[in-house]
């Protein structure tokens, strides 16, 4: 059988003494893309600081492709929250710039991105800067950045957050297009429950910190998932479940 790409398995994490995730548990198989949702403050970039190793958990194990964390090859092509590009380097130089801190030469690096540049939408922005580009063409430059170092998962922290309303569903639709047509794993980490849906083949719903899974969504909706029709209003039923389960934790929000 097939293990899946990741498997967490009873995670517990703290800073100096302050929980922050409880006991998380879940599993991505190859091929699927799946969302953590979850209030601001839960504990989600946390988790993500777990995989890609830069902070330990306090109990609990991590496994990608069945090998224990640290033992496998880099496992995550990781976009952070913010988009983090480098203001003073060109687009082409931004999009190279993981691969080259692997050791790359620059111009191996521009000839694996190059090619890219069209299906993100960039072609012809290779030499402008970050600040002369829109927010959602700086997302694609940073997910182009990501995407080239070919690791086994993508992790995405609240890509969009920044964008306007417009932009946003832009985007979304454009990634789903890409995740079909690459093959990509994906977990995406988000508090915008319509975006976990849009895009989801399930979605991990948490508490507020100390953060626990408190419900687990499958998403059965039709690919790719266009706007309006009855898939819309299916869509809307999912959402609206959802909002639901998160209002009902925030007593104090209640009317
Ligand atoms: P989310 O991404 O879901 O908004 P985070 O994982 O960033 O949440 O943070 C979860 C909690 O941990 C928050 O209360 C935050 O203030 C706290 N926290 C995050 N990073 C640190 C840190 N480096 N040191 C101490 N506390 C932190
Ligand atoms: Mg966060």
Do not use: C
Request: net charge neutral.
């Amino acid at each position: 059988m097939i293990p899946p790409r990741l498997e967490i398995r009873n995670i517990a994490s703290s800073y100096d003494g302050m929980k922050v995730l409880k006991d998380i548990s879940l599993s991505v198989k190859p091929g699927e893309f799946v969302s953590i949702l979850g209030p601001s403050g839960a504990g989600k970039s946390t988790l993500f600081r777990l995989l890609t190793g830069t902070k330990s958990p306090d109990a609990g194990e991590i496994r990608v492709d069945g090998k224990m964390l640290g033992d496998a090859s880099p496992a995550f092509a990781f976009m952070p929250q913010r988009d983090a590009l480098m203001p003073w380097r060109s687009i082409i130089d931004n999009t190279t710039l993981g691969l080259e801190v692997q050791g790359m030469s620059r111009k191996q690096a521009r000839s694996r991105v190059q090619p890219l540049f069209a299906e993100f939408g960039l072609a012809g922005f290779e030499q402008h800067y970050p600040a002369g580009l829109s927010g959602g063409m700086r997302q694609r430059a940073a997910l182009l950045r990501t995407i080239v170092q070919e690791r086994p998962m993508l992790l995405l922290d609240e890509p969009f957050g920044a964008l306007d309303a417009l932009t946003r569903a832009g985007m979304q639709r454009w990634l789903e297009g890409m995740w079909m047509r690459h093959d990509w794993t994906a977990m995406l980490v988000t508090h915008d429950v319509r975006e976990a849906v849009s895009l989801s083949d399930r979605i991990y719903l948490l508490s507020p910190r100390p953060a626990e899974i408190i419900r687990v969504v499958d998403i059965p909706l039709a690919r790719p998932r266009v706007l309006g029709g009855t898939a819309g209003a299916e869509a809307a039923a999912i959402e609206h479940s959802i909002l639901e389960t998160l209002l009902n934790l925030t007593e104090d929000m209640k009317p």
